[in-house]
Structure formats: C-alpha cells, structure tokens
C-alpha cells in the first residue's frame, strides 16, 4: 500500500469544495504531524480493526492507515464520501467508507469483532456518540477521542468540581478515563473558537451494564439535573425515598450530587435496581 502517490489534503480539499459545513460540526485537520499523534494514541492498532467518524477528507483516516490498521469510516457527508474514493483504491482493501449517520449505526453494524474508536468527533455530537457507546462497550477494545477542551475536562473531572456531572460518573464507572494532550485552534481548518483534547478510554472489566447501567443513567439524570438541590429533592419521583437512597450511597440526604464518588451513585443505582 503506498499512500505517498495520493495527493496531499489541502489539494484534496480544494478539488473537492469541501469547504467545511458548519451544520455537520466540521473542522478539518490537515496537519500531518499532529495527525500521526493523533494515531499514535491509539497505541499498536497494526491488523486490528479501528472505527473513526468523521473522516472528512481523510487525514486521520491516513495516519490510521500507515499504522497497519484496517479502517471502518462512517461519514455523513456525500461529498467526503466521493473524495474519499481514491484513498480506498490505495488503500488496498483495508479501508471501508460507510455513508451515513454514525448516531444511527450501532458499532455491531459496522465491526464484526471488538474494534478501536478513534475519531476527531464532530463538537455538535461527540458527547451523544460517545453515550451511545457506553451502552456499546462490548463492541470495543478502548476509544481515543478528540473532544472540545470542555467536555474533555467533563470526562475525568473530580467531584466538587464545577466540571463534575454526569458525564464524568458514567465515562468513570465504565471506562478507565485519561485526556492525552490538548491542540490549539490553529490546528484545525477553519480553526474553531475551543481547544480541543484528546482523550482515551478503555471500558474497565468490571463495570455496570443492563438494569444496573439503566438505573445509574435514571439516578444521575436526576441527581444532577437539579445539581444544586439536595439530594432528598432531586431524588425524589425515582421510585424509592430519597433518603433510601442517599443512605445506600452513605451519605445525608442533605449532600448535593456534585459531592458524592462515582461509586456512591453506582450503590444509588443498585439500591433502584434491588428495590
């Protein structure tokens, strides 16, 4: 497979008009130096199945492939589709572009084994993506995602931290979580108004999943949308006494959520789930 006769992005770019559409959340990264990092991530991905979203016109989708991987790329965008044509003849039968809307592709449909998830996520959808696959986790060897700085911080927040929230309890409880390293605006084509991380996780072997996932969703859903309560009010229309449930965590029913461990809503859920 030789990539080096394909012409270089910004010419790719060019010849297709693919000027960024802001709608699909687009911000091309054409850099080759920081797309190779990009992959480098993912660790040793030589053989092994990797899925990315959001190829655009196929600089990730490069450096993923001159790692040895074998590609899966979902793209929305017709035009990426077509310009991304000449990289799956070189490519060489280790890439496959799959037209449409990743939020309604469940990994299952698109990786016969256990695959790696790397992806400069569109900042329009990167967090509900990344909530679909948490409830996909046996689909996936780990995922090495590039986020806004915002929801990255989100990710591995500590609690009593303005950053901590939902986001952080569900990623934590299921995923060993760790921001890489950041890249500035001037990365990205056009440069958008955020930095952006990139951020690694690899689903733990002991985590919660079925009823238990369900009912941590429901107890955090509640929890921290009204963060500022406490506990005996944001907990309440659950199905249980809020002190119940506060109790299971072993704490007051006065404390507010952004104070409790991850592990703490976990005893919550479960406490829910047991009745």
Same mark, same amino acid.
């Given at each position: 497979m030789d990539l080096s006769r394909l012409p270089r992005l910004a010419e790719v770019v060019r010849a297709a008009g693919l000027a960024p559409d802001r709608r699909l959340g687009q911000h091309f990264l054409l850099d080759p130096a920081v797309l190779a990092r990009v992959a480098a991530s993912a660790g040793p991905i030589e053989g092994r199945p990797v899925v990315e979203v959001g190829p655009g016109p196929g600089g990730l989708t490069r450096a993923l492939l001159e790692r040895g991987a074998f590609v899966t790329a979902i793209e929305k965008d017709p035009r990426c589709v077509e310009a991304l044509r000449p990289l799956v003849a070189a490519a060489e039968g280790r890439l496959r572009v799959i037209g449409g809307d990743a939020l309604r592709l469940p990994l299952a449909e698109v /990786?016969? /084994?256990p695959a790696t998830v790397v992806?400069?996520?569109p900042y329009n959808v990167g967090t509900a993506l990344l909530v679909g696959w =948490?409830?996909? =986790?046996d689909r996936v060897r780990a995922m090495h995602l590039m986020?806004?700085?915002?929801?990255? =911080?989100r990710l591995g927040a500590a609690p009593g931290g303005a950053d901590y929230g939902r986001l952080s309890v569900l990623a934590q409880l299921l995923c060993r979580v760790e921001r890489r390293f950041d890249l500035p605006p001037g990365a990205f084509q056009p440069?958008?108004?955020v930095r952006s991380s990139v951020v690694s996780l690899w689903p733990l072997e002991s985590r919660p999943e079925g009823t238990r996932l369900r009912a =941590?969703?429901?107890v955090t859903a509640a929890a921290f949308g009204q963060r500022r309560k406490m506990l005996r009010s944001s907990l309440n229309g659950l199905g249980q006494a809020p002190e119940a449930l506060a109790e299971a965590a072993g704490v007051s029913a006065t404390a507010r959520a952004e104070t409790l461990a991850p592990a703490q809503f976990l005893k919550m859920a479960e406490r829910l789930v047991g009745g």
């Open positions: /990786a016969d /084994a992806a400069n996520l =948490l409830h996909e =986790l986020f806004q700085r915002e929801v990255a =911080l440069p958008p108004k =941590l969703e429901r």
